[in-house]
C-alpha cells in the first residue's frame, strides 16, 4: 500500500537558518505530492503541491520538488522566521484528492 | 467565507455514551473525509464520502460510523466510545480537482 515516511522531529533551528525536511513516498502509480502545515491549535493547512514528475510547488518562500526517480519530495526554505514553527505533514494521493496518505509530521522550532 | 466546520471542539465524556461530531462545510464540495490524528501516527483516514449517500471505509474504520444524507455535512458517530477512540478528529472537504480544506479539530477525551 502507499506509504509516506518524513524525518522524525523536532528541527531546531535559529531564525534566518535554512531549512530541509525530507519526505519520501511509495505508492502504486503517479500520486499528487503536497505538504500540509498545522501551526498550534489549528486545522492542516495546504503549503504546496506537485501533480507530476519534476513539478515544483512553492508557497510563502517554502519549496519542493517531486522527483520520480529518488520518490521524493523534500520541503525546503532557504530563511525560516519564528512564524515558521508549525508541524510539517508530508502526503501524497493517487485515488483522487478525496484520499491522502499522510507522514507521522515533522515538528519545526524555530527561535529568535 | 469558505469554510469547514466542525462541533464540538473540545469534548469529554464516558465509554459507551454515544456521540455525534457535526462537519459541514460551505463549498459545495463532492468529497468529504474524516481523520483522526494521535502522537507518532499522523493522520489516519477514518471514513470518506464522495458524494451524498456514497461513503467508504479508510484506513481505520472500527468503531465509526458516519452518514452523509446532504451534500454540506458528514457527521461522524462513535455509538459506544472506548479510551482508544480519546484522539484529535479532523473533519475535511474537497472538489474533484482540489486539495482538501480542513476543519479546526474536535479534541476527543474518553474516560
Known amino acids: 500500500g502507499d506509504s509516506v515516511t518524513q524525518m522524525e522531529g523536532p528541527v531546531t533551528l535559529s531564525e534566518e537558518a535554512f531549512l530541509t525536511i525530507n519526505c519520501t513516498y511509495t505508492a502504486t502509480g503517479y500520486p499528487s505530492l503536497f505538504w500540509y502545515v498545522q501551526y498550534p491549535g489549528e486545522g492542516l493547512q495546504l503549503l504546496l503541491k506537485a501533480t507530476k514528475a519534476d513539478d515544483k510547488g512553492s508557497n510563502k518562500g517554502f519549496e519542493a520538488t517531486y522527483r520520480k526517480e529518488t520518490t521524493s519530495f523534500h520541503l525546503e526554505k532557504g530563511s525560516v522566521q519564528v512564524s515558521d514553527s508549525a508541524v510539517y505533514f508530508c502526503a501524497l494521493s493517487d485515488r483522487g484528492y478525496s484520499t491522502l496518505t499522510f507522514g507521522k509530521g515533522t515538528m519545526l522550532l524555530v527561535s529568535p | 467565507e469558505a469554510q469547514v466546520t466542525q462541533n464540538p471542539r473540545y469534548l469529554i465524556t464516558v465509554t459507551g455514551k454515544k456521540l455525534t461530531v457535526t462537519c459541514s462545510q460551505n463549498?459545495?464540495?463532492?468529497?468529504m473525509s474524516w481523520y483522526r490524528q494521535d502522537p507518532g501516527l499522523g493522520l489516519r483516514q477514518i471514513y470518506y464520502s464522495m458524494n451524498v449517500e456514497v461513503t467508504d471505509k479508510g484506513d481505520v474504520p472500527e468503531g465509526y460510523k458516519v452518514s452523509r444524507k446532504e451534500k454540506r455535512n458528514f457527521p461522524l458517530i462513535l455509538e459506544s466510545p472506548s479510551p482508544n477512540q480519546t484522539s484529535l478528529y479532523f473533519c475535511a472537504s474537497s472538489s474533484l480537482s482540489n486539495e482538501q480544506y480542513f476543519g479546526p479539530g474536535t479534541r476527543l477525551t474518553v474516560t
Open positions: 463549498m459545495n464540495h463532492e468529497y
